[in-house]
């Protein structure tokens, strides 16, 4: 069974850096795109980002395209989500997906997210 | 920017059926574009419905089902449930490596 588990999630400033990780098990992590999804409070789905399985193809929404950055370690079945200068409206869950990018372009299975609350 | 475009709400009683579509702000939404479609519970996460269009994720009913209809993708629910009152989301993949979210339908079931 696919499963994933983020963490890392919590209180941050204004222009503070979190980073968010993603445990993942029951799939071949390293042959498997992941992407991130954010949902902020009342509001509907967000695209994030998107990484390739071998991590040398990284994709972003302008929305944090240049402060946030997408990585992960195959080695440890771990996606990663490095969020630098974060705003009030970064506050949201976020949800990691294992990603379907090449083959039909989908988000297949979901974690069930960290919340990010960005405050002073 | 692109918007992708849905209804915000439906209503829909109980054994009925009822469509949602997700349209591009300018342009038509083809199979090019892979729409898929996902549920959601407040509080939970979502839930893969649909993907390249028309192919149901595994354990997902019968009674949902996808297809273009003239410029916009749409997910079809047959024989509506109370269970099946939520929120409903598409996705468009643009290319080089960008997904756009819908802007969301909620469904009621009364």
């Known amino acids: 069974e696919v499963q994933l588990l983020e963490s890392g999630g919590g209180l941050v400033q204004p222009g503070g850096s979190l980073r968010l990780s993603c445990a993942s098990s029951?799939?071949?992590?390293?042959?498997?795109?992941m992407s991130w999804v954010r949902q902020a409070p009342g509001k509907g789905l967000e695209w994030v980002s998107v990484v390739s399985g071998s991590g040398g193809s990284t994709y972003y929404a302008d929305s944090v395209r240049g402060r946030f950055t997408v990585s992960r370690d195959n080695s440890k079945n771990t996606l990663y989500l490095q969020m630098n200068s974060l705003r009030a409206e970064d506050t949201a869950v976020y949800y990691c997906?294992?990603?379907?990018?090449?083959?039909?372009?989908?988000?297949?299975?979901w974690g069930k997210g960290t919340t990010v609350t960005v405050s002073s | 920017q692109t918007v992708v475009t849905q209804e915000p709400s439906f209503s829909v009683s109980p054994g009925e059926t009822v469509t949602l579509t997700c349209g591009l702000s300018s342009g038509s939404v083809s199979t090019n574009y892979y729409p898929s479609w996902y549920q959601q519970t407040p509080g939970q996460a979502p839930r893969t419905l649909i993907y390249?269009?028309?192919t149901r994720s595994s354990g997902v009913p019968d009674r949902f089902s996808g297809s273009i209809l003239g410029n916009k993708a749409a997910l079809t629910i047959t024989g509506a449930q109370a269970d099946d009152e939520c929120d409903y989301y598409c996705?468009?993949?643009?290319?080089?490596?960008?997904?756009?979210f819908g802007t969301g339908t909620k469904v009621t079931v009364l």
């Open positions: 996705v468009l993949y643009m290319g080089s490596g960008v997904y756009v």
């Open positions: 390249n269009t028309n």
């Open positions: 997906a294992k990603d379907a990018l090449r083959q039909y372009y989908y988000m297949e299975v």
């Open positions: 029951g799939f071949t992590f390293r042959s498997s795109a």
